[in-house]
């Protein structure tokens, strides 16, 4: 299972490159936005710290838009993966990029029939959102379980990207279900390092060393 961090921040992608479990990087426009910098620059900084994956999504809603976007972000640098939206000109622009050989992640998907669209149009990946699933009053895993099964049914190249990963346990389950990648938060990444047993037996065991050996 890959993991990737669900952020535009570079302190953030910092310290995950820095923990060697780091695979990649999703970003979409409400994340730049959020770090008030030009788009295309920041798309070049994350090149220079994340060696894996980096999600850059387009802007354009139409087909052609989508192309001349999406041909300029996958020149930037060879990592970088081009992120549209699951929409008929998304679905259009995915299968003219994947002719010319650049890889898509066919993003806002929120039903296994649209991830079947996402493997025909031959996206690299696909980006199921489970926790608006469930702020929905769905069930999110149960779409990750879905298409993991449809794409293996037919043995779909197209991986599955796990978004919108709120807890450890949807990291968790997603790896249950099969799912190829997971997307999170930095916070989400840094929550899988905890266990409390983790923290008393270490404690323990420098206690027990410590009253041995420093008489
Ligand atoms: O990768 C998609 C992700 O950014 C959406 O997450 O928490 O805004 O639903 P969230």
């Not at 990087?25 to 994956?53: H, M, Y």
């Not at 649209?114 to 996206?123: D, E």
């Not at 190249?157 to 790896?175: F, M």
Request: hydrophobic share 40%.
């Amino acid at each position: 299972m890959r993991f990737f961090l669900d952020t535009a921040n570079l302190e953030e992608l910092k310290i995950g490159a820095s923990w060697g479990i780091l695979d990649g990087c999703t970003t979409n426009p409400s994340l730049i936005a959020k770090e008030g910098v030009k788009f295309e620059d920041r798309v070049r900084q994350i090149t220079e710290i994340v060696d894996g994956d980096i999600s850059a999504e387009v802007l354009a809603t139409d087909a052609k838009g989508m192309l001349e976007e999406g041909r300029k972000l996958a020149a930037i640098h060879k990592n970088i993966v081009v992120k549209v939206p699951l929409t008929k000109d998304g679905i259009q622009a995915c299968s003219a990029f994947s002719k010319e050989g650049i890889r898509v992640n066919v993003t806002l998907c929120f039903s296994p029939g649209q991830a079947i669209l996402a493997a025909k149009a031959g996206a690299y990946v696909v980006s199921p959102f489970v926790g608006r699933v469930d702020d929905s009053g769905w069930d999110g895993m149960q779409l990750i379980r879905d298409i993991c099964l449809i794409y293996k049914n037919y043995a779909f190249k197209t991986q599955v990207l796990a978004a919108s990963l709120r807890t450890v346990n949807h990291v968790i389950e997603c790896g249950k279900a099969g799912a190829h990648i997971g997307t999170m938060p930095f916070k989400v990444m840094e929550g899988l390092f905890s266990h409390p047993l983790t923290d008393r037996g270490l404690e323990q065991f420098l206690k027990d060393y410590n009253k041995a050996f420093s008489k």
